[in-house]
């Protein structure tokens, strides 16, 4: 036997609704526990119940988390998806399924390995209750995975205890279901196989934890106090995680009295407007969608940006349109946010990636839309938003105060002689702007679009709102010096590879994986719209420049060609879209096809 | 063009109210409406009302959405802040500024066509979610700035400055406030100040939601002899219900009214909002009844103005969401961040 250990594709076909969740996500964590860095995949259609569902786990402790193409071990539990899931399976990959009704012979490969299990067999013996018999398939097979994979039990039955903590009358069962499916597995099976877990502690002090929650944790760090939402996947997580943690933290001891505010709102347009009525009046505000509320939303966007009113955002993306494949990833929507509304209008973006970097651009984000008055949107995306992965534990400094940008107070007022909400006093384009009530006499104004003076009077003359435009130009200008910088790794290679947000998971490991075939790249993760100066001279240092999108039109790379005036001949594109998470196979795939087609040379190391 | 500021010298002989102001210094900028336009008057009740309330005129949050009605928020109260948002949506703007600071007197001014089309859906919504405002549509029956299509609060066969008449039934925003839960509820004429005045200063200091439909002829496309919104229209076709006036906890500020037909419904903060009845039968605390009134006046062609409901133990949308006293705005950093130490607690649970 070729026993590997903490490498390997695991994934599960269930039944959308049967309960399978819970246990494919304690799977996981069992093995997060064990020390072995993992990524969980949840790969769900728009249904509630009966539809098929996947749950991937990708198992490599070298930290290659990125999605991997072929499954080494197939759970397959939904007799409707066998023939998919079994086509999936690699070469000598393993099948498990309920064998308590034979697999179809037409769907018999030579080439795998069949673990058959009779689960509903022994369920029917063991409960007699009909729910029981039916939620229990799931951790039987989770039982008969622990010796299968060799998972460290206890930390398991562990879970499970924890799980229903106070309510004893669940643990039993399941504890009993578990070792129904180990027993059987030890006994009958051939445990373990040549996929194996082993502990270790490649995962240090890491967490395990989706990007939503760590955004709407950032979000109440950052000092949200307001925050306004309509119901779409894949961001309602994130409302309901501010929510969740604000209920918890926000609460004042004495009265009881939340320190927060959470409106459903009846739309997007709402929910922004909501977003943008509290800001405009002082206190932090944000709204988390996906591309569907980000068109409802764009009148407000343009008006928030010719207001100068902050308004943070977050579009946790998936594929388009409405009623398309919404329980799918993408980063679809660059284009879209960047540039919402009518009239000359651009958004500040910020592309997370990880779900620590969640949590510190939505704090991030907060500050920079109250410095620079102005929306910004956080680009998150399905795969980063609803999925746990291994991430760097969060952080806050004590020390970090929060940069509420140039509002003046009472005092502030008295200093100085005529109060001019759109002057550029400082040469960076931001004016400094006043809170409703804050001053008897001085400072008030009154917000409109752009048919406004210095001064905020009313006036529609040319000049004046030519130069409110330029003003927002230099203002713009100042956006670039101040989002998150791009992260680069320059070896002064000839060739670069551009990329953001969720393709940086499978990067790595796709750079490995040239390298082996004589391609070397220098990288650079944009983490920032608009572009700062590093990300031009990454682009003018290297002769081509692979621009990673998880779109069909290249969007990132429209946007570089559009905002730096670039040759659009040295940006190849490398785009994927069908809606599952790029893998670091299809990465490596299109830069080699790019290679052999324009027969550019190839080098590989010599040595070691 | 841009306006020159108005000289601010006090007038000698205009009143000063307990703040030692006077109503001068609840005005705003020189209006770009037409002369004669009702809006106009609705903005000068407004400045009136505030005025002999003694409210501080910086203390305010003023919003609009689009149209000839919804500029005017800059023409009173040019102390405090207006935000002129999109149309139809002043509804959401003023649930965000009121969760921001629920200390600001907030007054939102929409149209007809902001209100009961485009923004339909934000005007029911924030009727539910009870946002402590004053609500007030300048109700024209037409679209003002657009010159004079018709909204959808136009009666069925009115007929349009060139003859046309209206295909649709129209739809009457305070029978759909009644019904959706507002805590108050009112309907005037703007060229009726003795009865508007009141009740915006009722409506200024009722603890939850307060919605004015304010029948506001518009002179340049709708106040012609086929008009259901027109001043002569408005005039012959309206039957009273009663006039309200607020009578501040210190001082009455009119005492213009008849003995024998009042009512006093006391105000939480310790006033007095005085009803005249001109139907000794009506109560004001009756909303089915209210909305059966307003209907049958509808059927007989008659606008009914007056208070027609209020909910004087109203709860506000902070008392639904249970907020602190302190603005949100105004909550210090130590009140807002969890610190460092708490994430590592939580950093904890996700291991
Ligand atoms: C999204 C959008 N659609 C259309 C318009 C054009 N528009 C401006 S004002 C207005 C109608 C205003 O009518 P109303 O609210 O009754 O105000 P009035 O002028 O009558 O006081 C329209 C349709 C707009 N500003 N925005
Ligand atoms: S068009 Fe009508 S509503 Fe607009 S300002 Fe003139 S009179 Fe008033
Ligand atoms: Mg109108």
Redesign the interface.
């Known amino acids: 036997m070729n026993v590997t250990y903490n490498d390997f594709v695991i994934r599960f076909a269930n039944v959308n609704g049967s309960g399978s969740a819970s246990a494919n996500g304690m799977f996981a964590k069992a093995l997060f526990r064990m020390g072995v860095p993992v990524a969980a995949r949840n790969i769900f259609p728009s249904n509630i119940q009966g539809l098929p569902t996947w749950f991937e786990v990708r198992v490599n402790e070298q930290g290659y988390l990125g999605r991997r193409e072929g499954v080494d071990v197939m759970v397959a539990m939904n007799a409707e998806t066998y023939a998919e899931d079994i086509a999936a399976l690699k070469p000598g990959g393993y099948l498990f399924h309920d064998n308590s009704k034979p697999l179809p012979a037409s769907l018999k490969r030579s080439d795998i390995r069949e673990i058959g299990m009779p689960i509903a067999t022994l369920l029917l013996t063991e409960f007699t209750d009909l729910k029981q018999r039916s939620l229990f398939k799931n951790i039987v097979y989770l039982g008969a995975l622990s010796a299968l994979l060799n998972i460290e039990f206890d930390v398991i039955t562990g879970m499970v205890a924890k799980q229903y903590k106070g309510k004893d009358d669940l643990i039993q069962p399941n504890i009993h279901a578990l070792e129904l499916g180990r027993r059987y597995a030890l006994d009958y099976l051939d445990s373990p196989i040549e996929h194996q877990v082993r502990r270790t502690d490649a995962n240090g002090d890491r967490i395990l934890i989706d990007g939503n929650t760590a955004a709407g944790l950032g979000a109440l760090y950052g000092g949200a106090t307001v925050c306004a939402w309509y119901p779409i996947t894949p961001s309602t997580s994130m409302a309901e995680a501010f929510e969740r943690y604000a209920n918890g933290l926000r609460v004042d001891r004495k009265t009881e009295r939340r320190k927060f505010a959470v409106i459903q709102a009846e739309d997007e347009l709402s929910a922004i407007g909501i977003v943008i009525g509290a800001a405009w009046n002082g206190a932090r505000a944000f709204t988390a969608t996906s591309g569907p509320g980000v068109s409802l939303m764009s009148e407000f966007l343009g008006l928030a940006y010719f207001a100068e009113i902050p308004a943070v955002l977050f579009d946790i993306q998936r594929a388009g349109p409405s009623t398309g494949m919404p329980t799918r990833t993408q980063q679809s929507d660059l284009l879209g946010a960047a540039y919402a509304s009518h009239g000359d209008t651009r958004h500040v973006l910020l592309f997370p990636s990880t779900p620590k970097e969640c949590f510190d651009f939505a704090a991030e984000a907060l500050d920079l839309a109250d410095r620079l008055q102005t929306p910004v949107i956080v680009m998150s995306d399905l795969d980063l938003g609803m999925n746990d992965s291994v991430s760097e534990p969060l952080a806050w400094d004590d020390a970090r105060r929060y940069d509420r940008g140039k509002v003046l107070d009472a005092a502030a007022l008295d200093g100085i002689e005529r109060f001019g909400r759109y002057l550029d006093v400082d040469g960076d384009g931001i004016g400094y702007r006043t809170l409703p009530g804050t001053h008897p006499s001085k400072g008030a104004f009154f917000t409109r679009g752009t048919s406004r003076d210095e001064f905020a009077a009313y006036t529609e003359n040319p000049d004046a709102y030519q130069r409110n435009m330029e003003r927002l130009q230099r203002k713009w200008a100042t956006a670039a010096t101040l989002v998150p910088e791009a992260e680069i790794q320059s070896d002064g290679r000839k060739a670069g590879i551009l990329y953001y947000g969720t393709s940086a998971a499978p990067m790595q490991e796709a750079l490995d994986l040239l390298r082996e075939d004589g391609v070397r790249l220098d990288r650079i993760r944009v983490r920032g719209f608009p572009f700062g100066a590093e990300v031009y001279e990454f682009i003018d240092r290297h002769a081509m420049v692979f621009v990673v999108d998880q779109n069909r039109d290249g969007q990132m790379r429209t946007l570089l060609v559009n905002e730096g005036d670039l040759n659009p001949a040295k940006l190849i594109s490398l785009r994927y879209y069908a809606g599952l998470s790029i893998s670091a196979d299809e990465i490596h795939r299109q830069v080699l096809d790019h290679y052999k087609a324009q027969k550019l040379p190839r080098l590989k190391e010599v040595g070691a | ?3 020159v500021a108005k000289p601010r010298t006090r007038h000698p002989l205009l009143p000063l109210n307990e703040l030692d102001l006077t109503r001068r210094d609840y005005e705003g ?1 020189v209006s ?1 409406l037409c002369a004669g336009c009702g809006h106009d008057s609705v903005s000068a009740a407004i400045v009136q009302a505030c005025a002999e309330l003694s409210l ?6 003023k ?1 609009s959405g689009i149209g000839c009605s919804s500029k005017t ?2 023409y009173f109260l ?9 149309h139809g ?1 002043m ?11 629920r ?2 007197y907030c007054i939102g001014v929409s149209g007809d066509g902001d209100s009961a089309s485009i923004g339909l ?2 005007f ?2 924030i009727v539910r ?1 009870r946002i402590n405002m004053l609500y007030i549509v300048d109700n024209n029956g037409t679209y003002g700035l657009t010159k004079g299509q018709f909204s959808a609060t136009n009666d069925r066969g009115s007929t349009s400055k060139r003859g046309v008449p209206n295909l649709y039934e129209p739809i009457d925003l305070a029978s759909m406030a009644l019904q959706i839960g507002a805590s108050f509820v009112g309907r005037s004429f703007s060229g009726d100040k003795r009865q508007l005045v009141p009740l915006i200063k009722a409506g200024l200091m009722h603890p939850g939601m307060a919605f004015l439909d304010v029948i506001s002829p518009c002179v340049a496309f709708n106040n012609h002899n086929g008009s259901t919104k027109s001043f002569q229209y408005v005039r012959e076709h309206s039957a009273k219900l009663m006039e309200a006036d607020y009578i501040a906890p210190s001082a009455e500020i009119t005492a213009d009214y008849e003995a024998g037909a009042a009512e006093d419904v006391n105000m939480p903060d310790g006033s007095t909002l005085r009803l005249r009845k001109v139907e000794a039968s009506y109560d004001v605390h009756d909303r089915i009844g209210a909305l059966a009134h307003v209907q049958r006046c509808q059927e007989q062609g008659e606008v009914l103005t007056g208070l027609l409901y209020v909910d004087p133990d109203a709860a506000d ?2 008392d639904v ?5 302190t603005p ?4 210090a ?1 130590a ?6 130490r ?2 590592d607690r ?2 904890e649970s ?2």
Request: proline share 8%; aromatic share 6%; glycine share 8%.
């Open positions: 063009m841009t306006f900028a770009t501080p005129p910086h203390r305010f949050a919003l928020p800059s040019d102390k405090s802040h207006g935000f002129n948002s999109v949506r509804p959401s703007v003023a649930t965000g500024a009121n969760l921001a600071n200390a600001l859906g934000q029911a919504h979610r949308c902070h969401l249970g907020t602190v006293e949100l705005n105004a909550l950093e009140d807002l961040c969890p610190g460092s708490e994430l939580l950093n996700f291991r």
